[in-house]
């Protein structure tokens, strides 16, 4: 399927009903596995407070020094990154639900903004490349050498570029349809 086509079906099967059960799994999902006892979270407190994922740039000693604190929350901490893909995917289906339902409510569809569709799969992309890599270096199959954490530090960036992103947009998006459907259909300048 080409681009062109996925952003077309994609924008022509968005619904409501979609994205509200999509962001209703999402928050009960999301408050499970940061704020339950979770993978996330004991691997979050075996690691100090701070994981190789909520940091953008390239942190001298890490992923390693992480993994050295971790120490029998390591498989926990490999679980992690399996939720947490789960979690993205849930945001991903919320976030381009919402931004597909405005472009068609907004009568732009067919224009450029329906690339803002890309934005949380590119969200999802980096997520992808950056938990396979930690949940190697948790597992020991794969040691965090330098090449290795580099390439993993700068998908963690991008994520974090692109799901801030994803959220913008998506909120923006959920924002201006909710707004609409509520019966103020003026959108944008009038």
């Not at 928050?27 to 407190?45: D, H, I, K, M, R």
């Not at 942190?59 to 893909?85: I, T």
Request: proline residues 4%.
């Amino acid at each position: 399927m080409t681009v062109e086509r996925w952003l077309a079906v994609r924008i022509r099967h968005a619904a409501p009903t979609q994205f509200l059960a999509a962001a209703a799994l999402l928050g009960v999902y999301a408050l499970w596995l940061f704020a339950g006892e979770s993978p996330w979270t004991s691997a979050l407190a075996a690691a100090g407070g701070r994981l190789p994922e909520q940091i953008a740039g390239f942190p001298a000693g890490e992923p390693a020094g992480m993994l050295s604190r971790l120490g029998d929350a390591r498989g926990d901490y490999f679980w992690q990154q399996a939720f947490d893909l789960a979690f993205v995917a849930l945001a991903v289906i919320a976030a381009a639900t919402a931004i597909a339902i405005a472009l068609k409510q907004m009568n732009l569809a067919v224009g450029d903004a329906r690339y803002l569709l890309l934005v949380p799969a590119l969200y999802f992309v980096f997520e992808v490349i950056e938990n396979t890599l930690l949940a190697l270096f948790a597992s020991g199959v794969v040691d965090p050498v330098a090449g290795l954490a580099f390439f993993q530090q700068f998908a963690t960036t991008g994520k974090l570029a692109a799901g801030l992103m994803t959220l913008l947009v998506g909120t923006g998006a959920a924002t201006s349809w909710a707004m609409a459907a509520a019966g103020d259909s003026e959108i944008g300048p009038t």
